[in-house]
């Protein structure tokens, strides 16, 4: 598999101990707003998404949380794993329902 | 199981050479896409399609061709290779008309020299 070495922002956290990513966004027009977890050496893995007209949206182990006065989008991990350890990638699809990708935020959980 | 894959996995070619990236799913999805990874520009769309015979351009499609003459196959052909096109290369497919489950190949290295 493939992956490259983005100089991304880091967030460290505790096995056991919750999460938070956090992403702006800039389009408002966007009709859904989609959370990717990329692995080392893997394509990205689609999490969990929140269509614009929500403000939440919960998951396994997961939460999404979309502010859309502020532009901002959230993804809350309950309980962080070792497994969970990769690059959170926030994305959204615009009118003709592209999928774009935004910034990247590494998670490292530490034991 | 069903599955999207890409060929080759690395690929070293020179300058001005014409390339072309294979991706095959068995999904039978009608949406597909080619993505460039690139450091601090995280993952940028190229080309897409909705179906056979479409294709659209993406925010970084220059250089770049794609066709679809079957459900299963988009190739990306880079006509003319240039160093700044050296990335790894990601196929996606997705069968929503939302498009926001996409599934990914594991993706191509490519380097230009």
């Known amino acids: 598999g493939e992956s490259v070495g983005l100089h991304l922002p880091t967030l460290s956290v505790q096995e056991g101990d919750n999460s938070i990513i956090n992403c702006a966004y800039s389009?408002?027009?966007?009709?859904?707003f989609i959370w990717y977890k990329q692995e080392s050496g893997k394509g990205p893995q689609f999490i969990i998404d929140i269509r614009s007209n929500m403000d939440k949206r919960q998951g396994q182990r997961v939460t999404v949380l979309l502010n859309k006065t502020v532009k901002h989008l959230s993804l809350q991990i309950a309980a962080t794993q070792p497994g969970d350890s990769a690059v959170y990638f926030c994305?959204?699809?615009?009118?003709?329902?592209?999928?774009?990708f935004g910034s990247g935020t590494r998670l490292l959980v530490r034991p | 199981d069903a599955e999207i894959t890409q060929s080759p996995r690395h690929k070293i070619t020179e300058t001005g050479r014409q390339v072309t990236l294979a991706c095959h799913q068995t999904w039978n999805h009608n949406n597909m896409f080619w993505y460039r990874q690139d450091l601090g520009h995280g993952l940028r769309l190229i080309h897409y399609?909705?179906?056979?015979?479409?294709?659209n351009k993406g925010e970084v499609s220059d250089g770049y061709s794609v066709s679809r003459s079957n459900t299963e196959d988009l190739p990306l052909t880079l006509e003319s290779a240039a160093s700044s096109q050296t990335s790894v290369y990601f196929c996606?497919?997705?069968?929503?008309?939302?498009?926001?489950?996409?599934?990914f190949g594991q993706g191509t290295r490519l380097t230009v020299v």
């Open positions: 996606a497919s997705s069968v929503q008309p939302y498009n926001t489950e996409a599934f």
């Open positions: 389009n408002s027009a966007s009709d859904y």
């Open positions: 994305a959204e699809t615009d009118s003709s329902y592209k999928l774009i």
């Open positions: 399609s909705y179906g056979v015979h479409d294709t």
